[in-house]
Each structure stands twice: as structure tokens, then as C-alpha cells.
């Protein structure tokens, strides 16, 4: 059966760009006919966050989040990274065979130190630790996001280098996969810029109310009055309403806007469909999300029986690789 994992950073609050660039992807994919891994990394989060409190909200609000949007725990197992011990072994043995090289031509390394992320050695070796975690699963299929795409492919090398190393076949290869819509590739944020918490420009999926609507009217436009005619592809606030609205209304909404004229809808107009498009289609998960709130109990046995599953896989990739080495 083919094995499908992937890894959830919990380093702050989610927001509409996680979820249609990762977490729609990842609740939709439980429905194939695969064994799912899907775990919280909380070690790689240590990697930027330093508040205990903080990463212990975080985590709970990433194990919510998933199980209030549908996640299915008796598809999926789904776990914290810190409760398979396993795979920090695993990194260990991966680092052995790792070159600096490969880990200097990191993206998303040069990119966190250009934003100012002191680099720690742990920083440096975070695709070690990743490919590690994708590894100890014998995972076939890795979901992930355009920036992700380079750490799967450092786990290919990873993985083939220990086995030519070890002469033998302990690490079996993944293959990473995007999600197919182009809604996945970049949602916009507030002023436009791709959504991300590093640039302080997001909007958290649960928000609503006064709240919400505060920050939708921080959408950054122009001074430019209703009536004057637009070219709608030029909007980006088009980019946020696509995700909400069906394809006749969104159509609609841009012909009026590119004809301009009396009557014609302003921004502020654009900005509380964008609202009320984040209130109805959270609506039900935000209501599963109160209920498993108030049932943190029922949350824990989730994550502690997804890490249980986990370790079964785990133990027996790890116990693998260590003879290979001559460790057993
Ligand atoms: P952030 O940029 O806020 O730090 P992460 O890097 O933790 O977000 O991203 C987690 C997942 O969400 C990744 O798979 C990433 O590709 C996806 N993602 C994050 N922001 C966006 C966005 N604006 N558009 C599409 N996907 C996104
Ligand atoms: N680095 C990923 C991110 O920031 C999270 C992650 C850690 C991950 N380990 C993984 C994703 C293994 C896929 C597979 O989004």
C-alpha cells in the first residue's frame, strides 16, 4: 500500500494561505486508498520559536485545526514529531552522509537568514531532520508546497547517498506532490505580498466577527472611486474572492467592476464579500473547533494514538538503517 506523509509547522496562528495552499490538499488526499502519516513538527519549530507556552498552544491549535476541517484520525494517524524519538536517530545517521554542499543549497535556509532568523546549526540542518521524518515512514508520497519542493528533493539524495553508502536498500524514495489548483500556489496576503506570518500580512482561518472585518478592511487598494472602470485581473483582492466564490458570482463581480459606472461595486464592497466568504465556508468547522476545544482529552488520544501507529513504522526503518551501519 502506498504511504503518504506530510508535515504541519506549528509556529503560529494558521491562515487562509495554509489552508488552500496545504490543508485543503492534505484533508482531501485521506480519501485515497493509502496509509496516511500526517504529523506536527514541533521539533522544526523550535528552530524559530523559543516560548514553551506558545509552542504547546501552537500544537494544540494545529491538532484542532486539522480536526475541525475535516481531518479523519481513523484514516489519517496523525502525531507530534517529538513523540517518535526514532526519527531524530534517523537524522543523526542521515547527517553522517549529508555534504554541506547540498545543505548550503538550501532556499529556504538563505531565505529565513535574509529575514533576519539567526542561523543555528539547527536551522542549517532542518532538511536533515525533514528528510528523516519523511523517511522513517517509508513514504512513497510527500504533499507539500511550492517551497517544500527542494527539501523532498534533498531527502531523494539523502536517501541515496546512506544506501550507497551502506550498500543496500534501507531508505525507500519519495516523491513529493503539489496540490493541482493554482490557488495552491500563492495565496495573496493583506497587501498582496504572498500570505505568510513572516510578513505580519495574514488572515487567520477561524477569525470572525468585528475581528475579521477589521483586518479584511487592511486589504491594501487604491484611491481610484467605484464608478471608475478596472481592469479586475489587476485586483488581487480578485485572488482572495476566487477561493470563496463559485465561478458564475466571481464572473459577475468582475464584469461589474470592469465596466464601472453608477452603481458599480467599490472595494469596500469586494472586502465584505471577501468576509462574509471567510464566515460561510469555515461556518461548520468553526463550530467543531469550539466543541474540540472545550475536549482537549478527546485531542490527546488522538495525537498519542497517531503517534503509537507511527512508532510501529518508525522503529522497524530505524532498526533497518542501523544495521546497515553496523550499529546492530
Ligand atoms: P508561512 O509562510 O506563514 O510561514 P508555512 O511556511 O508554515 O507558512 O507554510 C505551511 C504550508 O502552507 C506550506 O505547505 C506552504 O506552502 C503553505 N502556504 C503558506 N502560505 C501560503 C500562501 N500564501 N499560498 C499558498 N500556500 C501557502
Ligand atoms: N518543512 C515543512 C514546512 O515548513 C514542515 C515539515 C517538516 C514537513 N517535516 C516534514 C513537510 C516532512 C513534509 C514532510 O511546511
Not at 548550503?104 to 532538511?127: C, M, N
Not at 515512514?137 to 504533499?143: A, G, K, L, N, Q
Not at 544506501?163 to 495573496?188: L, Y
Amino acid at each position: 500500500m502506498t504511504t503518504i506523509l506530510s508535515g504541519i509547522q506549528p509556529s503560529g496562528t494558521l491562515h487562509l494561505g495554509n489552508y488552500f495552499g496545504a490543508i485543503q490538499q492534505h484533508i482531501a488526499m485521506q480519501e485515497r486508498d493509502a496509509d496516511l502519516f500526517y504529523f506536527i513538527a514541533d521539533y522544526h519549530a523550535l528552530t524559530t520559536l523559543r516560548d514553551a507556552a506558545a509552542l504547546r498552544d501552537n500544537v494544540f491549535d494545529v491538532a484542532v485545526s486539522y480536526l475541525a476541517l475535516g481531518l479523519d484520525p481513523e484514516k489519517v494517524a496523525l502525531f507530534r514529531q517529538s513523540d517518535v524519538p526514532e526519527v531524530t536517530e534517523i537524522a543523526w545517521l542521515l547527517a553522517t552522509v549529508t555534504g554541506m554542499g547540498l545543505l548550503e543549497r538550501a532556499h529556504s535556509y538563505k531565505d529565513k537568514v535574509a529575514q533576519g532568523i539567526k542561523p543555528s546549526i539547527g536551522l542549517f540542518t532542518y532538511p536533515i531532520l525533514m528528510a528523516a521524518d519523511i523517511l522513517a515512514y517509508d513514504s512513497d508520497i510527500v504533499p507539500v508546497g511550492k517551497d517544500q519542493v527542494q527539501h523532498v528533493e534533498m531527502t531523494q539524495d539523502m536517501a541515496t547517498h546512506f544506501n550507497t553508502a551502506f550498500k543496500s536498500e534501507v531508505f525507500r524514495r519519495p516523491e513529493w506532490e503539489m496540490a493541482a489548483t493554482t490557488s495552491a500556489q500563492k495565496v495573496p496576503g493583506l497587501d498582496g505580498q504572498k500570505m505568510s506570518k513572516s510578513y505580519g500580512n495574514t488572515i487567520p482561518i477561524f477569525l470572525e466577527g468585528k475581528p475579521l472585518k477589521k483586518l479584511v478592511n487592511r486589504i491594501v487598494t487604491d484611491s481610484r472611486p467605484p464608478e471608475e472602470a478596472k481592469n479586475p485581473d489587476e485586483l488581487f483582492l480578485f485572488d482572495l474572492l476566487a477561493l470563496f466564490l463559485d465561478a458564475s458570482e466571481l464572473a459577475d463581480w468582475k464584469s461589474q467592476v470592469a465596466a464601472g459606472g453608477e452603481g458599480a461595486p467599490g472595494y469596500g464592497h469586494l472586502k465584505a464579500r471577501v468576509r462574509e466568504g471567510v464566515e460561510e465556508h469555515f461556518a461548520a468547522a468553526r463550530l467543531r473547533r469550539t466543541e474540540l476545544i472545550a475536549n482537549p482529552d478527546y485531542v490527546e488520544s488522538v495525537l498519542a494514538a497517531g503517534a503509537e501507529k507511527a512508532r510501529l513504522r518508525a522503529r522497524l526503518v530505524r532498526d533497518r538503517a542501523l544495521k546497515a551501519c553496523g550499529l546492530r
